[in-house]
């Protein structure tokens, strides 16, 4: 992992590096990632970002002979590629920022159903999964959220997520993987030098039926609604 930055102003930041990984049996990846941020005053700043990141496939996707789900050993690494901005208002009691995102993964790894007639590992094909490299998928979003701090020992903190996601199959998939698109966070903290404590909460979006996957039996799997989800840290 190689990492460098070089300020040619005092409100320009440029940012340029890579990171080389080699698993076992896969070729070397070269991964690079780079960004700019440009102070635009005293209170905001701007930063544009680029980075890819990959992910090999695991000893089960590679390797597994369990009754009928077959691994492949030459499976290639799952990639994504991920361009960013973000802008930030920030003063001594109080900042914000919106940032936006757009990501591609490509190789993705998943299971198929074989249905025509062969032999694997000496065992008929027609009815297996198999493990393959197929596709991509696009995502999309943003991010606004700030914090402010209303006392001496107490902050106030609140963000909100809106993010969607599609497949490059024709026509294209939406919510092929169960995310909902909308999501909130807001919470309060209390900090002390020796004692902290936090109160936070966090509501998803409903989720509609998930692409590719009906609901047969509605009683028992009914559609997923919204819900909160509650944390206290202490």
């Avoid at 309060?188 to 936090?198: K, V």
Wanted: charged share 20%; hydrophobic share 40%.
């Amino acid at each position: 992992y190689v990492n460098a930055a070089w300020s040619p102003w005092y409100r320009l930041k440029l940012i340029m590096g890579f990171h080389a990984n080699k698993a076992p049996d896969l070729d070397l990846d070269v991964v690079p990632r780079a960004g700019v941020v440009v102070g635009l005053g005293e209170r905001l700043t701007w930063k544009l970002l680029y980075g890819e990141a990959f992910r090999s496939p695991d000893v089960f996707e590679r390797f597994s002979k369990i009754n009928v789900i077959f691994g492949d050993s030459l499976l290639k690494p799952e990639r994504i590629t991920t361009p960013d901005t973000q802008i930030v208002y920030a003063r001594r009691y109080l900042s914000c920022a919106l940032s936006l995102f757009y990501s591609e993964q490509r190789n993705l790894i998943n299971r198929k159903n074989v249905r025509d007639t062969g032999i694997v590992h000496g065992i008929p094909t027609e009815g297996i999964q198999i493990f393959h490299n197929e596709g991509a998928l696009d995502s999309r979003g943003g991010t606004l959220e700030g914090n402010a701090q209303v006392a001496r020992y107490l902050s106030m903190t609140a963000s909100l997520t809106y993010q969607e996601m599609e497949t490059r199959d024709t026509p294209p998939v939406a919510d092929l993987f169960g995310v909902p698109n909308l999501f909130a966070k807001y919470g309060i903290s209390y900090a002390q030098p020796r004692f902290s404590m936090g109160l936070f909460l966090s509501r998803f979006d409903y989720l509609d039926e998930v692409a590719g996957y009906p609901v047969r039996h509605p009683v028992a799997h009914p559609p997923a609604e919204s819900f909160n989800y509650a944390t206290l840290d202490v």
